[in-house]
């Protein structure tokens, strides 16, 4: 007997998946839900990737719309991302707001370097990261060393950065904070004037303090 036939809750295309794709669509599935996004220009992430976009796109499709997911397949960068749409998921686990706070700066740094330098990818130090916070919030106080290594531990955990630690790094604020192309899709903006409104949200003379923004997961 099939595994399908033995659980009823396997999804209906599962008949017509080789046995040698259902661990890896598995793990594929886990990673989405879990992290809500996969990496793949390297190791593991690039076999999934290709798997989804070559062979699975329309069964992952399928399998995440109930869930109120968006699949987003971005061959460009590599990226596969199962976007919450805020109107039907039910998985959105909120991010607190200092945590709000680095990913509106971290759009900024996005948003800047795409616009003016048309860079492949967008990297800067911690300690770019922590001035630009200043820069961006001048009246709140940014986020102690620890804290912040708490918030971009979250971030990476959801894939949307990556750290590198360079070899001559004498200081943890010379570590390399890599902005991935999931991160602007979590907090989508269509200009720079809709992130400046949410932006004033939060400065402490603004109106009072909005929910935090969402990602799937945990």
């Not at 699975?56 to 399928?62: F, Q, S």
């Not at 509106?104 to 990297?123: E, F, G, P």
Request: glycine share 6%; net charge negative.
């Amino acid at each position: 007997m099939s595994e399908s036939q033995r659980d009823p809750l396997w999804p209906g295309f599962w008949p017509d998946v080789p046995a040698d794709d259902r661990a890896p669509i598995r793990e594929l599935l886990a990673e989405l839900l879990g992290r809500g996004t996969v990496v793949g220009d390297s190791g593991a992430g690039r076999d999934l990737f290709r798997l989804a976009r070559d062979h699975y796109r329309r069964h992952l499709e399928d399998y995440l719309a109930p869930l109120g997911l968006e699949l987003i397949i971005d061959d460009e960068a590599l990226v596969l991302q199962a976007r919450p749409r805020p109107e039907a998921c039910l998985l959105l686990g909120q991010f607190s707001k200092d945590e709000t706070l680095v990913l509106l700066v971290l759009w900024r740094c996005w948003d800047d370097q795409r616009s003016n330098q048309a860079a492949d990818k967008v990297i800067l130090a911690v300690d770019e990261l922590w001035n630009q916070f200043r820069t961006t919030f001048d009246k709140i106080e940014p986020p102690q060393a620890t804290h912040l290594d708490s918030i971009l531990a979250r971030l990476k955990r959801h894939r949307l950065i990556r750290t590198h630690r360079p070899d001559s790094a004498t200081q943890p604020g010379d570590t390399l904070i890599e902005i991935l192309p999931s991160l602007p899709r979590v907090i989508p903006f269509d200009s720079i004037e809709e992130w400046t409104a949410r932006k004033d949200l939060y400065e402490p003379a603004g109106a009072p303090e909005p929910a935090a923004g969402a990602a799937a997961g945990n």
